[in-house]
């Protein structure tokens, strides 16, 4: 299991083809990154990555790379070679392959080869290997066929032609035969050649080709060809074929014969007489008869003569492997022994019938006689001895693998499978009249073969000089025995040679043979080889041996080629007898049939003759056709009969009805479902016009896929991704919210709902009401300084710089540049295309696809038009039918002289309702049927009278079918639903009487009124004609200009189709370009973004500098109002302020991990630190901190050591911000030359890019454009006249033209508006100037009162945002609260112990209480118990002996009292466990133990 495909697909090892079918693969090549490149059995290439198929390769139209498997792929010289079965060798591009990618995975790539070889015919490339020499392109290719090619693979016009080298058998070789009389050998195989070589110089001399493979070969001896030129060859279909072998350099060589060989093979006979593959082929020892042996399981026999013809064959029980004839005394033998054996017989039959009478005088006898035989067989069986085990017979037998005759009816043979490893010794059977399968001979001797028990002997041949045996092997092997005395009984087999030569797998000895003279041994094997071995040494062989072919025969060249039979399903010998026969008796069976039908046809014609004669009777004296059936029974039968066969024949057609529907269904689908609207042809009713619709076809989305396919691969431009990040930002920029938090949410967590409000709880809300608000008051203020701050800010940025640009005018700017209408050449050099004007395969794709809807809509719309035309002219034929039914009408009531003609009725054409022609019911296939019954009949016979059709209805000829087929067609001119009225019936004729005066002025007024009808009916008719015929002028002008719109279109469609494959082939480059461009873009514009976020930082930066630098400021400042004027301490306590002191960093649990870890740079950095500290202690050493310490207040110089550790702080901070401030300017500076280079790149690619666009531009311009122009739009004129050459000319539209003229109004226009705005801007601007001037002098007027203001109240300038914002520490308050928090819990929780703990110690005072009652009930309890012992002892010391023995009540008595003891025991013990029980915390209390008493 492990090593099958579902097994090896289990463990991970196959990989998994995902949608493409599974395929065996014969060729593969890793490429470089690790990819894998197979092949197909249907000839495609699959890349494979990860185990998965990535992508399917194939060629242009889907057509595969290969017609059938591809054997071997390599990769040479940076290109991939695929070899197939068809052979051709193909080179592909490396790049393309290693590169390709679907979207999807039914989607293939589709790629052509950079060259290709076409071997030859009928090659099938194997493998192929290169001559590694420098600059050598020569390779040596394996055809599977059995030849090497030598091939160059250079392709250049020096080129040489594909040589073959070689040329053998392809495949296992099937049969081989030795010629008896030179050193020459015959073979063949399924490759359907038969070869001859001559062994001995070791040459190939010629072959022969056939179209079956060959399986059997004998060459024939010296008493059948005395020149030994006869080979019989049999074959896979059956047939033999007799060959003739000989030398045709003596004959006359003809002009155009083609180079002599030095030996040609010549059909002589060929015959069938085997339906299956001939295995076997043998001449009797005379050469009289031959006999051929298959797998059809029979054996013929053929006279061999000039021409060989067949005696006759026998059946054998199963396929034939050997044939061997018998020695001639044998036979002999045998013959007498068959005469013998028939006079025998005869005797045996006279002796059966004297047994016969006296069989009833036995029987009386036989009753004592059968008591004495039981009695009998009973004491054998006593004497008969145990059985021996079963012998295995296998259920199936063991083939026959060869075998040979050893003397007269004894015989050798060699089985395989569970009999191998033996040669049994086995005689003909004796009793002829049982079977072979009847009398179960066994062998009667065997001889046992060393090591080969699964290597059975396959082939047994002798020398000429019977001194040796030759035996090939199942696995390949050659055994020679050496025979004592020539003889055949095979005493001695334990000395052999063995030589191992042929595939032990799959070389089994097919043939094994020695030369006529015993020097050489031939073998050849199924694994294609043959070895040639010299018995002779080497000194004994004679140097230049050489075969002789044999002389043609006289007169070869006059002898008429011999016919061949090459079609495989033709008739063998005995089938074609049968089939001989057969024709015999079906040309007998005929004849009796027509000697019936004619028979039947005189009954028929003598019926009919009688029921005319009874139709022509009266009424009364007819019989009813009933009364004609002799016997209901027999039609009633007949009537089954039929049905009966009909189903049968219905049950029988069935599958051929189907496989015709679903035929008709797939030509439907293939042709008819696809059609939209087929061609209609409308013709004029009083012209010869028509009009026709469009054949279209329903319109594909061919042109969407390939663009979305397209659209997938191409890369998007620069202009397009900008277009569609500006689309993201608006989108987003709708979607975003503003989100606020007010400052009630700060304390809505901390909150906690109560179901009841205790003091504590009050006193807590109050506390946080009263910060709330505090904060609130303090946090609104805030907002409200930095919503003015933030106000301040935007309206400073929205303040334009002096070389400010608005955006509307560089919008308007940029959209003039591309839109301004510059109308330069595309074909100038310098033309530069707009990005939002560049083409691509994607667009063009779109633009036919849009082309082909528009087209498709307007011929849709005018097939609508026509068809709804065509539906009118069939209303008007129908409403003219009817005019014309009442004209008649009319005519026959007016007089002929006052009759008007009537006008005709226009017919349908047949291709004016062409979907008619599909629609069928039963009666067209009738017609259909007799007219291809009545063909071949017309053809053949034209006889002048008709022929009586037979068959059930009777009395019908072919002449009144044809009438009535006729009819039918008239009746049905395409059976379109015209009205169909009844025929107007004649008036009935009165006797003629004059009429009166008053019906005389009726029939007057009549007649007027029929005649005003009359020509009315006909006006009406001409009004519907020509009413239709202008419509039908109208549409057909109308088809008219759409025909030349449509012509335009289909020119239109082919230069945007040969646009577009022009586009596709620079879609490739265009895209690594684009690519470029874009990454580059990305690239600059990411590395601005990190440069915009860079200077954000400095700046932020810069502004904690400047914070802290304010802080330290505000420290400086601080400390001085806290000194106040003239304190004396003021100097110690400043230099207490300043002095800087060595401080360890403060570093959390994990900083101090790091810092163990931390790098050596690090501690350098700190002990760099740490000595620059020492440095500014050195240089303070002077002052001494205790010397003013004395009589200075403690809280100032708190307050100084407070403050110094502030500003140090601060200075710590301000170096780290200034550190990274100067790294964030190095990586600023270091950016800033990265984007440079960036640019240049970037304007490089965009250059190379433009210049791609530019040669794509001008490929796109050497396109022919059809733009048909009638003569009044030519302007351009020399002299009067149209030039012969208008190269030079532009092909303006009308529109574009006008589009200019206007342009040029709209630009005077313009340019007055802009000068009129200029002006007023102008004017605008010296308002504002002014406006500024004064509004500064207002703003510094408010700030000198703001000022005074200030000083008034305060008594100095300070700062009123902080004023504002002043509030109390909020951290500090969440403290307190806190604390007021736990302090009540705490409470509340003492509370609770203190309740719990008086609880237990009033149940310990209870338990205490009951166990000192317990303890006293014990002390009871003993006491009692020492009583009663006392007293015992006293009654027992008072009896003494005064008693012999115990008295029963004592007994009883001490009984209770011990019982009595033992309970008070127990309840002592169950106290004891109690009071333990009860002297710890906790305890359980059993209930007290009841005296059972």
């Given at each position: 299991?492990?090593?099958?495909?579902?097994?090896l697909?289990?463990?991970?090892?196959?990989?998994?083809?995902?949608?493409?079918?599974?395929?065996d693969?014969?060729?593969?090549?890793?490429?470089?990154?690790?990819?894998?490149?197979?092949?197909?059995?249907?000839?495609?290439?699959?890349?494979?990555?990860?185990?998965?198929?990535k992508?399917?390769?194939?060629?242009?139209?889907?057509?595969?790379?290969?017609i059938?498997?591809?054997?071997?792929?390599?990769?040479d010289?940076?290109?991939?070679?695929t070899a197939?079965d068809?052979g051709?060798?193909?080179?592909?591009?490396f790049?393309t392959i290693?590169?390709?990618?679907?979207?999807?995975?039914?989607e293939?790539i589709?790629m052509?080869?950079?060259?290709?070889?076409?071997?030859?015919k009928?090659?099938k490339?194997?493998?192929m290997?290169?001559?590694?020499?420098?600059?050598?392109?020569?390779?040596?290719?394996?055809?599977?066929?059995?030849?090497?090619?030598?091939?160059?693979?250079?392709?250049?016009?020096?080129?040489?032609?594909?040589?073959?080298?070689?040329?053998?058998?392809?495949?296992?070789?099937?049969?081989?035969a030795?010629?008896p009389?030179?050193?020459?050998?015959?073979?063949?195989?399924?490759?359907?050649?038969?070869?001859?070589f001559?062994?001995?110089?070791?040459l190939?001399?010629?072959?022969?080709?056939f179209?079956?493979?060959?399986?059997?070969?004998?060459?024939?001896?010296?008493?059948?060809?005395y020149?030994?030129g006869?080979i019989?060859?049999?074959f896979?279909?059956?047939?033999i074929?007799?060959?003739?072998?000989?030398?045709?350099?003596?004959l006359?060589?003809?002009?155009?014969?083609?180079?002599?060989?030095?030996?040609?093979?010549?059909?002589?006979?060929a015959?069938k007489p085997?339906?299956?593959?001939?295995?076997?082929?043998a001449?009797?020892?005379?050469?009289?008869v031959?006999?051929?042996?298959?797998?059809?399981k029979?054996?013929?026999?053929?006279?061999?003569?000039?021409?060989?013809?067949?005696?006759?064959?026998?059946?054998v029980?199963?396929?034939?492997?050997?044939?061997t004839w018998?020695?001639?005394?044998?036979r002999?033998?045998?013959?007498?022994?068959?005469?013998?054996?028939?006079?025998?017989?005869?005797?045996?039959?006279?002796?059966k019938?004297?047994?016969?009478l006296?069989?009833?005088?036995?029987?009386?006898?036989?009753?004592g006689e059968e008591?004495?035989?039981?009695?009998?067989?009973?004491?054998e069986?006593?004497?008969?001895?145990e059985?021996?085990?079963?012998?295995?017979?296998?259920e199936?037998?063991?083939?026959?693998?060869?075998?040979?005759?050893?003397?007269?009816?004894?015989?050798?043979?060699?089985?395989?499978?569970?009999?191998?490893?033996?040669l049994?010794?086995?005689k003909f059977?004796?009793?002829?009249?049982?079977?072979?399968?009847?009398?179960?001979?066994?062998?009667?001797?065997?001889?046992?073969?060393?090591?080969?028990d699964?290597?059975?002997?396959?082939v047994i041949s002798?020398?000429?000089?019977?001194m040796?045996?030759?035996?090939?092997?199942?696995?390949?092997?050659?055994?020679?025995?050496?025979?004592?005395?020539?003889?055949?009984?095979?005493?001695?087999?334990?000395?052999?040679?063995?030589?191992?030569?042929?595939d032990?797998?799959?070389?089994?000895?097919?043939?094994?043979?020695?030369?006529?003279?015993d020097?050489?041994?031939?073998?050849?094997?199924?694994?294609?080889?043959?070895?040639?071995?010299n018995?002779?040494?080497?000194?004994?062989?004679?140097?230049?041996?050489?075969?002789?072919?044999?002389?043609?025969?006289?007169?070869?060249?006059?002898?008429?080629?011999?016919?061949?039979?090459?079609?495989?399903?033709?008739?063998?010998?005995?089938?074609?007898?049968?089939?001989?026969?057969?024709?015999?008796?079906?040309?007998?069976?005929?004849?009796?049939?027509?000697?019936?039908r004619?028979?039947?046809?005189?009954?028929?014609?003598?019926?009919e003759?009688?029921?005319?004669n009874?139709?022509?009777?009266?009424?009364?004296?007819?019989l009813h056709?009933?009364e004609?059936?002799?016997?209901?029974?027999v039609?009633?039968?007949?009537?089954?009969?039929?049905?009966?066969?009909?189903?049968?024949?219905?049950?029988?057609?069935?599958?051929?009805?189907e496989?015709?529907?679903?035929?008709?269904?797939?030509?439907?689908k293939?042709?008819r479902?696809?059609?939209?609207?087929?061609?209609?042809?409308?013709?004029?009713?009083?012209?010869?016009?028509?009009?026709?619709?469009?054949?279209?076809l329903?319109?594909?989305?061919?042109?969407?896929?390939?663009?979305?396919?397209?659209q997938?691969?191409?890369?998007?431009?620069?202009?397009?991704?900008?277009?569609?990040e500006?689309?993201?930002?608006?989108?987003?920029?709708?979607?975003?919210v503003?989100?606020?938090?007010?400052?009630?949410?700060?304390?809505?967590?901390?909150?906690?709902k109560?179901r009841?409000?205790?003091?504590?709880?009050?006193?807590?809300?109050?506390?946080?009401?009263?910060?709330?608000?505090?904060?609130?008051?303090?946090?609104?203020?805030q907002?409200?300084?930095?919503?003015?701050?933030?106000?301040?800010?935007?309206?400073?940025?929205?303040?334009?710089?002096?070389?400010?640009?608005?955006?509307?005018?560089?919008?308007?700017?940029?959209?003039?540049?591309n839109?301004?209408?510059?109308?330069n050449?595309?074909?100038?050099?310098?033309?530069?295309?707009?990005?939002?004007?560049?083409?691509?395969?994607?667009?063009?794709?779109e633009?036919?696809?849009?082309?082909e809807a528009?087209?498709?809509?307007?011929?849709?719309?005018?097939?609508?038009?026509?068809?709804?035309?065509r539906?009118?002219?069939?209303?008007?034929?129908e409403?003219?039918q009817?005019?014309?039914?009442?004209?008649?009408?009319?005519?026959?009531i007016?007089p002929e002289?006052?009759?008007?003609?009537?006008?005709?009725?226009?017919?349908?054409?047949?291709e004016?309702?062409?979907?008619?022609?599909?629609q069928?019911?039963?009666e067209?296939?009738l017609?259909?049927?007799?007219?291809?019954?009545?063909?071949?009949?017309?053809?053949?016979?034209?006889?002048e009278?008709?022929?009586?059709?037979?068959?059930?209805?009777?009395?019908?000829?072919?002449a009144?079918?044809?009438?009535?087929?006729?009819?039918?067609?008239?009746?049905?001119?395409?059976?379109?639903?015209?009205?169909?009225?009844?025929?107007?019936?004649?008036?009935?004729e009165?006797?003629?009487?004059?009429?009166?005066?008053?019906?005389?002025?009726?029939?007057?007024?009549?007649?007027?009124?029929?005649?005003?009808?009359?020509?009315?009916?006909i006006?009406?008719?001409?009004?519907?004609?020509i009413t239709?015929?202008a419509?039908?002028?109208?549409l057909?002008?109308?088809?008219?200009?759409?025909d030349i719109?449509?012509?335009?279109?289909?020119?239109?469609?082919?230069?945007?189709?040969?646009?577009?494959?022009l586009?596709?082939?620079?879609?490739?480059?265009?895209n690594?370009?684009q690519?470029?461009?874009?990454?580059?873009?990305?690239?600059?514009?990411d590395?601005k973004?990190?440069?915009?976020?860079?200077?954000?930082?400095?700046e932020?930066?810069?502004?904690?500098?400047?914070?802290?630098?304010?802080?330290?400021?505000?420290?400086?400042a601080?400390?001085?109002?806290?000194?106040?004027?003239n304190?004396?301490?003021a100097?110690?306590?400043?230099?207490?302020?300043k002095?800087n002191?060595?401080?360890?960093k403060?570093k959390?649990?994990?900083?101090?991990?790091?810092?163990?870890?931390s790098?050596?740079?690090?501690?350098?950095e700190?002990?760099?630190?740490?000595?620059?500290?020492?440095?500014?202690?050195?240089?303070?050493?002077?002052?001494?901190?205790?010397?003013?310490?004395?009589?200075?207040?403690?809280?100032?110089?708190?307050?100084?050591?407070?403050?110094?550790?502030?500003?140090?702080?601060?200075?710590?901070?301000?170096?780290?911000?200034?550190?990274?401030?100067?790294?964030?300017?190095?990586?600023?500076?270091?950016?800033?030359?990265?984007?440079?280079?960036?640019?240049?790149?970037?304007?490089?690619?965009e250059?190379?890019l433009?210049?791609?666009?530019?040669?794509?531009?001008?490929?796109?311009?050497?396109?022919?454009?059809?733009i048909?122009?009638?003569?009044?739009?030519?302007?351009?004129?020399?002299?009067?006249?149209i030039?012969q050459?208008?190269?030079?000319?532009l092909?303006?539209?009308?529109?574009?033209?006008?589009?200019?003229?206007?342009?040029?109004?709209?630009?005077?226009?313009?340019n007055?508006e802009q000068?009129?705005?200029?002006?007023?801007?102008?004017?605008?601007?010296?308002k504002?100037i002014?406006?500024?001037?004064?509004?500064?002098?207002?703003?510094k007027?408010?700030?000198?009162?703001?000022?005074?203001?200030?000083?008034?109240?305060?008594?100095?300038?300070?700062?009123?945002?902080?004023?504002?914002t002043l509030?109390?520490?909020?951290?500090?308050?969440?403290?307190?609260?806190?604390?007021?928090?736990k302090?009540?819990?705490?409470a509340?929780?003492?509370?609770?112990?203190?309740?719990?703990?008086?609880?237990?110690?009033?149940?310990?005072?209870?338990?205490?209480?009951?166990?000192?009652?317990?303890?006293?009930?014990?002390?009871?309890?003993?006491?009692?118990k020492?009583?009663?012992?006392?007293?015992?002892?006293t009654?027992?010391?008072?009896?003494?002996?005064?008693?012999?023995?115990?008295?029963?009540?004592?007994?009883?008595?001490?009984e209770?009292?011990?019982?009595?003891?033992q309970?008070?025991a127990?309840?002592?013990?169950?106290?004891?466990?109690?009071?333990?029980?009860?002297?710890?915390?906790?305890?359980?209390?059993?209930?007290?133990?009841?005296?059972?008493?």
């Open positions: 299991m492990a090593l099958t495909f579902t097994g697909k289990l463990q991970g090892f196959l990989g998994r083809f995902g949608k493409t079918a599974v395929t693969i014969e060729g593969y090549v890793e490429l470089p990154d690790g990819k894998v490149l197979t092949g197909s059995q249907w000839g495609n290439l699959l890349l494979w990555e990860g185990g998965l198929i992508v399917e390769l194939c060629r242009h139209a889907r057509r595969t790379c290969h059938g498997p591809i054997n071997q792929i390599m990769i010289e940076g290109e991939i070679i197939g068809d051709c060798i193909r080179i592909w591009d790049e290693d590169t390709a990618d679907a979207i999807d995975e039914s293939m589709e052509e080869p950079i060259n290709e070889l076409q071997v030859g009928n090659v490339i194997y493998s290997v290169k001559i590694f020499k420098p600059g050598n392109s020569i390779w040596y290719a394996q055809d599977a066929n059995g030849a090497i090619w030598k091939l160059d693979l250079s392709f250049s016009n020096i080129t040489q032609d594909p040589k073959c080298l070689l040329s053998f058998h392809t495949g296992p070789i099937t049969a081989m030795v010629s009389f030179t050193y020459l050998m015959a073979t063949t195989s399924q490759d359907c050649t038969i070869r001859i001559d062994f001995a110089a070791k190939y001399l010629t072959e022969m080709q179209k079956e493979g060959g399986t059997a070969l004998l060459w024939a001896p010296r008493v059948v060809s020149q030994g006869l019989i060859a049999g896979e279909d059956g047939v074929r007799l060959l003739e072998l000989f030398d045709p350099s003596g006359v060589i003809f002009a155009g014969r083609k180079q002599v060989k030095g030996a040609q093979l010549r059909l002589r006979q015959l085997h339906t299956e593959a001939v295995t076997a082929l001449y009797e020892q005379n050469g009289e031959l006999a051929t042996g298959s797998k059809d029979t054996v013929f026999f053929f006279v061999v003569d000039q021409e060989y013809e067949p005696i006759g064959y026998i059946n029980p199963g396929p034939v492997t050997n044939l018998t020695p001639k005394s044998h002999d033998i045998e013959i007498e022994r068959r005469r013998k054996k028939k006079e025998e017989k005869e005797r045996e039959k006279e002796e019938r004297k047994l016969q006296q069989m009833r005088k036995q029987l009386e006898e036989s009753e008591e004495g035989e039981e009695e009998t067989i009973e004491e069986e006593e004497e008969v001895e059985p021996l085990p079963r012998i295995f017979i296998p199936k037998p063991c083939p026959i693998l060869c075998g040979f005759y050893s003397v007269r009816t004894s015989f050798w043979i060699s089985l395989g499978g569970y009999d191998s490893g033996f049994y010794h086995c059977p004796v009793d002829s009249e049982k079977t072979i399968e009847e009398q179960k001979d066994e062998p009667f001797d065997f001889r046992f073969v060393e090591n080969s699964d290597n059975p002997i396959r002798f020398s000429l000089s019977k040796m045996m030759f035996c090939g092997m199942q696995k390949g092997q050659i055994r020679v025995y050496i025979l004592k005395n020539k003889s055949l009984k095979l005493t001695d087999m334990e000395h052999y040679w063995d030589y191992s030569i042929h032990n797998d799959y070389g089994q000895i097919q043939a094994l043979y020695p030369s006529y003279d020097r050489f041994v031939v073998s050849c094997g199924a694994d294609g080889n043959i070895f040639v071995f018995i002779l040494s080497e000194e004994e062989l004679e140097e230049g041996l050489k075969a002789t072919v044999p002389p043609p025969k006289s007169g070869i060249e006059s002898e008429k080629r011999a016919e061949d039979i090459e079609d495989p399903n033709a008739f063998s010998i005995e089938g074609a007898r049968q089939k001989r026969e057969y024709d015999q008796i079906m040309r007998e069976a005929e004849e009796v049939k027509a000697q019936k004619e028979k039947l046809s005189e009954l028929r014609s003598e019926f003759r009688l029921l005319v009874n139709s022509e009777l009266p009424e009364h004296m007819q056709r009933t004609f059936d002799v016997d209901t029974r039609r009633e039968q007949t009537e089954r009969t039929t049905v009966k066969k009909i189903k049968q024949v219905e049950r029988e057609l069935a599958w051929e009805k496989k015709h529907r679903l035929a008709l269904l797939k030509l439907q293939r042709f479902d696809v059609l939209e609207f087929d061609t209609v042809i409308v013709h004029a009713i009083q012209t010869e016009h028509k009009i026709s619709t469009y054949r279209l329903k319109l594909s989305g061919k042109y969407t896929r390939a663009r979305q396919m397209s997938a691969d191409r890369r998007i431009s620069k202009f397009e991704r900008k277009e569609k500006v689309s993201l930002k608006k989108e987003s920029q709708k979607d975003t503003p989100v606020t938090t007010g400052p009630e949410e700060i304390f809505a967590e901390k909150e906690k109560k009841y409000r205790t003091l504590a709880d009050i006193m807590v809300e109050n506390q946080i009401a009263k910060m709330k608000k505090i904060m609130i008051k303090a946090e609104k203020a907002n409200k300084i930095l919503q003015r701050r933030r106000e301040w800010e935007e309206l400073y940025k929205s303040k334009p710089e002096d070389d400010y640009e608005d955006p509307k005018d560089v919008l308007a700017i940029k959209e003039a540049q839109n301004m209408g510059d109308f050449l595309k074909t100038a050099p310098d033309y530069k295309i707009p990005e939002q004007m560049r083409i691509n395969a994607a667009k063009k794709e633009e036919i696809g849009i082309l528009m087209t498709h809509e307007k011929k849709f719309n005018m097939n609508k038009c026509i068809i709804s035309l539906d009118q002219k069939i209303a008007v034929i409403e003219i009817c005019l014309v039914q009442e004209l008649k009408t009319i005519h026959s007016l002289n006052k009759h008007l003609p009537i006008p005709e009725v226009p017919q349908l054409h047949p004016e309702v062409p979907e008619r022609k599909y069928y019911d039963e067209i296939l017609e259909f049927k007799l007219k291809q019954e009545d063909r071949p009949v017309e053809e053949e016979q034209k006889e009278e008709p022929e009586v059709v037979k068959g059930f209805a009777g009395g019908i000829t072919k009144t079918l044809r009438e009535a087929d006729l009819g039918k067609q008239e009746s049905k001119i395409g059976k379109f639903p015209l009205l169909t009225l009844p025929e107007v019936q004649k008036p009935v009165f006797p003629k009487t004059e009429p009166t005066e008053v019906e005389l002025e009726i029939m007057k007024r009549e007649e007027i009124r029929n005649t005003y009808m009359q020509q009315h009916l006006d009406r008719i001409r009004e519907l004609i239709f015929d419509e039908f002028r109208l057909r002008h109308q088809k008219l200009k759409l719109q449509m012509k335009l279109a289909d020119l239109h469609h082919i230069t945007l189709f040969q646009e577009m494959l586009l596709k082939n620079f879609e490739k480059q265009e690594i370009l690519e470029r461009v874009n990454s580059l873009d990305r690239e600059q514009q590395m973004w990190k440069i915009n976020e860079n200077l954000a930082e400095m932020n930066r810069k502004n904690e500098i400047n914070r802290l630098q304010d802080q330290e400021k505000a420290i400086y601080n400390f001085q109002a806290t000194l106040g004027e304190n004396k301490f100097y110690f306590l400043m230099k207490v302020l002095k002191i060595k401080r360890v403060k959390e649990v994990e900083g101090e991990e790091e810092e163990e870890e790098s050596p740079e690090d501690s350098d700190e002990s760099s630190f740490e000595s620059s500290e020492e440095e500014s202690e050195s240089e303070d050493e002077a002052f001494d901190e205790s010397m003013g310490l004395a009589n200075c207040d403690p809280a100032l110089y708190e307050m100084t050591l407070q403050l110094r550790e502030k500003r140090l702080d601060i200075e710590e901070a301000l170096t780290d911000e200034k550190k990274i401030l100067e790294n964030l300017r190095k990586e600023y500076e270091a950016m800033g030359k990265k984007v440079k280079v960036v640019a240049a790149n970037l304007v490089t690619a250059d190379a433009e210049a791609y666009q530019r040669e794509k531009q001008q490929r796109l311009n050497e396109l022919l454009v059809v048909p122009l009638k003569l009044h739009q030519i302007e351009c004129v020399e002299f009067g006249e030039p050459d208008l190269s030079n000319a092909v303006f539209s009308n529109t574009a033209l006008q589009r200019l003229q206007e342009r040029i109004v709209q630009l005077q226009e313009e007055i000068q009129e705005l200029n002006r007023d801007c102008r004017e605008r601007r010296k504002l002014f406006e500024k001037r004064e509004m500064a002098k207002k703003i007027k408010m700030k000198e009162t703001v000022t005074q203001l200030m000083i008034d109240k305060f008594g100095k300038e300070i700062n009123l945002e902080a004023l504002q509030s109390v520490n909020k951290k500090l308050e969440e403290l307190r609260i806190k604390k007021m928090k302090e009540l819990a705490n509340k929780e003492i509370r609770n112990w203190e309740e719990k703990v008086s609880k237990v110690r009033w149940d310990l005072m209870m338990k205490t209480k009951e166990h000192t009652k317990k303890l006293q009930q014990m002390n009871e309890l003993c006491i009692e020492q009583k009663l012992e006392s007293r015992l002892n009654l027992q010391a008072q009896q003494g002996n005064a008693f012999q023995g115990l008295r029963k009540a004592d007994i009883l008595a001490r209770k009292i011990t019982e009595l003891i309970i008070q127990e309840k002592i013990l169950a106290l004891k466990e109690e009071i333990a029980i009860l002297r710890r915390k906790g305890g359980l209390i059993l209930p007290p133990i009841n005296n059972p008493h």
